[in-house]
Structures are given as C-alpha cells and as structure tokens.
C-alpha cells in the first residue's frame, strides 16, 4: 500500500521564501545545463483562452519533469488560469503538483501548486535579472499589480539595489494600492504611473506581467543598457524588441515555441531558435555569456518550466516533509496487470 502525503498552500509558504526560491530556481537550471533534467514541452488544454469553444476563458497546463541530481525525482504539475475568475473572487491561476519516486513510480505527494507557481515565477525573473542586468541599476518597471507584480519586485530586490520602482497597472486604483503596500514591505520608494511609456523610459529594468495579448512596451522608450522581462502569457512587448535587442534570451526554446511573447514571431517565421543567444541554463552553467556590456538591451522571455516547479516541490518535499508524521495521507493501492 502506497501511503500519500497531502501537502497545502499553508505548509509551503511557511517553509519557501523568496531568496530560497531564486536559489532552487538557479539550481534546477544548473541541472538543465548538466543535462539532468528531463522536460517535455507542456500540453495546453484551452477552455476559452484563445479558442471560441467551449466560453470559459481559461486554460489549463500539464507540465511533467524528472529532475536529476541530488534531487532525484519525478512528477507533473496540473496549472490553470481563467481571465474572469478575479471577478468571482477566485485566483486567476490555481495548481496542483504530484510527485513521484523516480524508481517505481509510486506517488510520494499531491501538493498545493499554486503558491509554488506564483513564487518560482518571480523566481525566475530573479536568477535572470542576476545574470542579465545591469549591477548598478537602480530603476525598476513593473507593468501588472497584481500577484506577479509583487512577486518579481521582491526578486529583483534580493538581486538588485533598486531604489525606485514604478508600476502601472490596467485596473483603476490597482497601481496606488500597490505602491502603498510595496513601498511598506520593501522599504523602497515605488510610485505608480499614469502610463506605460511614464513608467519605462529611464527605467533599468522592466517587467510586464499581465495577461494582456497586445504590445505593452514600445522599442522606443528603451534606454541603453536596458533588461527587458517578459513572464506573461502572450505576447507584451513590441515585437521590435525581441527581433532588434542586443540579446535575445529564453529560459526554454522548446516552451516559448509553444507559448508566450514570442508565439506570434515563431509562427510567421520571422523568428527562429538561430535569433536566440542563449537558454537561461546555458547561461547559468557558463556555456553562453550574460551580459557583456554595459549598454546592451537584453530581453529575456520567461514563459515558464515545469521542472523549476517539480524541482523546488522535490527538494521541499525531501527535506521538509518526507519524515514528516503530522501531515495527512491516503492510502494508494497499485494494481498488477
């Protein structure tokens, strides 16, 4: 009998901060570049994200790995998102992630993916803005106040000395709250914009997380030197960015070509894995270069992997909850065929 620990949103968040998120994102990235990750590009079910049928406007995202190392384990995370769900007073995205042992199979844990999700995102953009920024960058743009919004402006502070942050959001009001609450926790000035363009010339780095499908960011408002994020689900930028900058980088070919800012380019053929400087994990293990210079732009398209989720649930569950007696489980029974 396979006994299955049930892990919840409540558990995790008192054991993943931010700055040990960034680290196991960096490391299962170093594993990418070691070649002990395996990841299939993930599967999307669209319920009316970009489809007329059927009306629910939302998706969902089988994203499985196994991650090699000291890690060492399997699993796959069901994600979802759906555009009206603020609305009902639900969270636009929610997620579970099951974890398998890597020998047989069995299931070790159903866990709570949702906050794991939202953390590793911003994560993400940390590790990034590590390599890729500039060290002495002072001003960060954030478009999208919403959970993302704060979980990125938390990344870029544990990386970078900002001192003023400026966020434009498309909802009413959603900026000011924002930057009264931001400038509380993170003890930095943070001052909401009026516009996009407002918020990104001058700026140093700049973040658009929305889920917005149209150009966000203008080429023109960039300055040299300037570290472009884009972590939404389609696409947020002038397309002049990613085809004229500097640096183009990914966190993974195979899910940008799937998915995300750079869907549209991929399909017209006017952009192609040769336009890409490098993976994230090359990057990481030193087998393609950062930032070089100064005043190169450099954008960067995080859409997302999955193993950076297998790969921080695994090590938790390793290290935190595997002995842990006090938590719930059900039994699993397996069938011989």
């Not at 968040?13 to 570049?33: C, F, N, T």
């Not at 002990?36 to 009306?55: F, R, Y």
């Not at 995370?77 to 009206?84: E, I, L, Q, S, Y």
């Not at 106040?145 to 900002?162: K, P, T, W």
């Amino acid at each position: 009998m396979n006994h299955v620990k049930m892990i919840a949103k409540e558990q995790i968040e008192k054991i993943l901060d931010m700055k040990r998120s960034i680290d196991m994102v960096e490391k299962v990235y170093e594993l990418h570049g070691k070649d002990q990750v395996l990841m299939p590009a993930k599967i999307t079910l669209d319920t009316g994200e970009s489809n007329d049928w059927p009306p629910y406007g939302g998706s969902y995202n089988a994203m499985p790995a196994y991650i090699g190392g000291d890690i060492d384990i399997s699993g796959i995370k069901w994600v979802w998102g759906f555009n009206d769900n603020r609305a009902k007073g639900i969270p636009y995205i929610g997620g579970v992630i099951i974890l398998n042992e890597a020998r047989t199979g069995e299931v070790l844990s159903i866990m709570d993916g949702s906050y794991i999700t939202d953390i590793r995102t911003g994560a993400s953009a940390g590790v990034a803005a590590r390599d890729l920024a500039n060290k002495d960058s002072k001003v960060l743009a954030i478009i999208g106040a919403g959970v993302q919004g704060r979980m990125n402006a938390r990344a870029i502070m544990e990386e970078l000395d900002i001192e003023e942050l400026r966020i434009t959001d498309i909802r009413p009001g959603a900026a000011e709250e924002y930057a009264k609450e931001m400038s509380a926790e993170l003890g930095v000035r943070v001052v909401p914009c009026a516009t996009n363009e407002e918020a990104c010339r001058g700026a140093d780095v700049i973040i658009t997380v929305t889920i917005a499908d149209e150009p966000l960011v203008m080429n023109e408002w960039l300055k040299p030197g300037c570290t472009v994020l884009s972590l939404g689900s389609f696409q947020e930028l002038d397309e002049e960015i990613p085809l004229r900058c500097d640096k183009l980088v990914v966190d993974s070919w195979a899910q940008n070509a799937h998915r995300g800012e750079l869907l549209k380019l991929v399909k017209a053929g006017r952009l192609t894995e040769a336009d890409v400087h490098a993976e994230m994990p090359d990057i990481v293990v030193g087998k393609k270069a950062g930032r070089e210079s100064h005043d190169e732009i450099i954008c960067a398209c995080i859409i997302g992997m999955g193993s950076t989720d297998i790969g921080i649930a695994g090590a938790l569950y390793k290290e935190n909850f595997a002995d842990d007696n006090t938590l719930t489980e059900f039994a699993l029974r397996s069938y011989d065929k």
